[in-house]
């Protein structure tokens, strides 16, 4: 089997990239890096639509779109081998607050679905596969369809795509694997994670998207220096 | 037989603490007034053989209080003072019948990790993930589990010199887990808990989206605050 990850280098830290680089070694995963010059936030979803002629991305079975500024354990486990060929996502309903504001603000694009805030998924790591064209195709193509409301939801809101996909995922019944959250720890701060580092202990991947910058390049580089993740390069 | 809500007081030093156990009941009451083939037992007078024990640790001697009143039972729910449940929430019991079941408990990281690594000690062979780290405020248990909770309490027993009064959390969680015990977890919506960590209070959308909450991360004043609030708003047609 033929795994990537999507990686973006926009906005991206580059502890970050580097993680991911020594751990696709490790795995015999090819990292895939992005347009340096515009935001990944929808363009990723056309991996498998608009760009899967390109023969370099159709020859992969499995490939993981990750946020930026999302870092991995060098030592982390392949988690490809656990998706069990569904569309691999983490669920983590500890914001609970933010999830139920951003469902109610989404819903005017998607009347007759409901998301329950317990079903809630993350984006910041998910893993797709060749199946899942046709549902990356639709993603790609809601959003086309809907971009002024998007958009408008993004600048005023600060809604990215994340809530749109779960509508989406539910809309065409698409069966997902949820993944240990550890393979997508983010809300460090509001976890009171960050203080003692024993979140590079106890997880295997990090997200300090919702960490606002330049404290977030701060914590990135002081986690990527700690010697336990050093010593496993 | 009757499924039993067996309903825990925490001890109250304040004012505040008395007013939340106070609304605890009263939604406890409301719940099993709406359901059928329910009772509430309210633990009040320890018995003789734990009353030297921690007061908090008395709530894992339920089964002996409930053999020493004749209360029978199918399920036993035990749930603290420090919860609040919707009247009209869904009866839990019917969702589970043999099963030990509870809803994750969200802690801080930091708290949650300590609380594991507490205890460790006396599980040197057992590995608590921290995603199914479950709740005590609030757990089903029924006849399968009686020799295993009789032999958590001699256990208690047993290190009560060694131990401090909040490790028994997370030892209840290893004790379940050594002994192999088959753990439901409920929908979160049965544990909304951390209301302030988790930006739920800056409007009141936490009133409606779960059918049970924990109060216990919050200080006295402001859980009793919310709960008055939450109390208020189910009225007395509740």
Not at chain 1, 165 to 170: A, F, G, P, S
Not at chain 2, 40 to 52: A, Y
Not at chain 2, 53 to 80: E, I, M, N
Not at chain 2, 151 to 161: I, M, N
Request: net charge neutral.
């Amino acid at each position: 089997m033929k795994k990537a990850v999507y990686l973006p280098t926009y906005n991206n830290h580059p502890s970050c990239i580097e993680s991911w680089e020594i751990w696709g070694k490790k795995h015999q995963v090819s990292i895939l890096h992005d347009s340096e010059k515009e935001r990944p936030i929808w363009q990723r979803w056309s991996l498998f639509g608009d760009l899967v002629t390109q023969s370099s991305l159709n020859e992969y079975d499995k490939i993981a779109l990750v946020n930026p500024c999302v870092m991995i354990h060098p030592s982390a486990p392949d988690f490809f081998s656990l998706t069990d060929d569904r569309l691999a996502v983490i669920y983590d309903p500890f914001l609970a607050g933010d999830i139920i504001k951003s469902l109610e603000k989404m819903q005017k694009a998607f009347p007759m679905t409901f998301v329950d805030w317990t079903e809630y998924f993350h984006t910041g790591l998910v893993i797709i596969g060749k199946r899942h064209e046709l549902f990356c195709r639709k993603c790609f193509k809601f959003r086309e369809e809907n971009r002024e409301l998007l958009d408008q939801l993004e600048s005023d809101e600060r809604l990215q795509e994340q809530t749109a996909i779960n509508y989406l995922v539910k809309d065409q019944r698409i069966h997902t694997k949820g993944l240990h959250p550890a393979f997508n720890f983010s809300a460090l701060e509001k976890r009171s994670a960050l203080m003692d580092f024993k979140f590079t202990e106890k997880t295997f991947v990090w997200n300090f998207s919702d960490i606002p910058k330049p404290t977030a390049n701060d914590w990135i580089e002081k986690t990527w220096r700690l010697d336990l993740l050093q010593n496993s390069c | 037989m009757n499924d039993i809500i067996f309903f825990f007081p925490i001890e109250s030093d304040s004012y505040y603490e008395e007013k939340t156990g106070d609304l605890s009941l009263k939604s406890w009451k409301k719940w099993v007034k709406n359901q059928k083939n329910t009772e509430i037992f309210v633990h009040k007078d320890p018995l003789n053989h734990f009353i030297h024990l921690p007061k908090r640790w008395h709530q894992w001697f339920f089964l002996d209080v409930l053999d020493t009143h004749g209360v029978d039972y199918k399920q036993v729910a035990v749930v603290t003072s420090q919860t609040m449940i919707q009247p009209h929430a869904p009866n839990f019991f019917l969702l589970n019948s043999e099963f030990f079941a509870s809803a994750y408990h969200v802690l801080p990281f930091d708290v949650l990790i300590h609380k594991i690594e507490q205890v460790k000690s006396y599980f040197p062979q057992i590995e608590l993930d921290w995603r199914r780290y479950f709740s005590t405020d609030f757990f089903l248990v029924n006849e399968r589990h009686t020799s295993s909770m009789k032999r958590f309490t001699e256990f208690l027993e047993e290190k009560k010199d060694e131990l401090s009064t909040d490790a028994v959390h997370p030892l209840f969680n290893y004790w379940i887990k050594q002994e192999k015990i088959r753990l439901r977890f409920l929908n979160e919506k049965y544990h909304l808990n951390m209301l302030k960590e988790r930006n739920l209070l800056r409007d009141e959308h936490w009133m409606k989206m779960a059918h049970l909450w924990n109060f216990s991360s919050l200080k006295p004043n402001i859980a009793a605050q919310l709960m008055t609030h939450l109390h208020e708003s189910w009225g007395t047609s509740s």
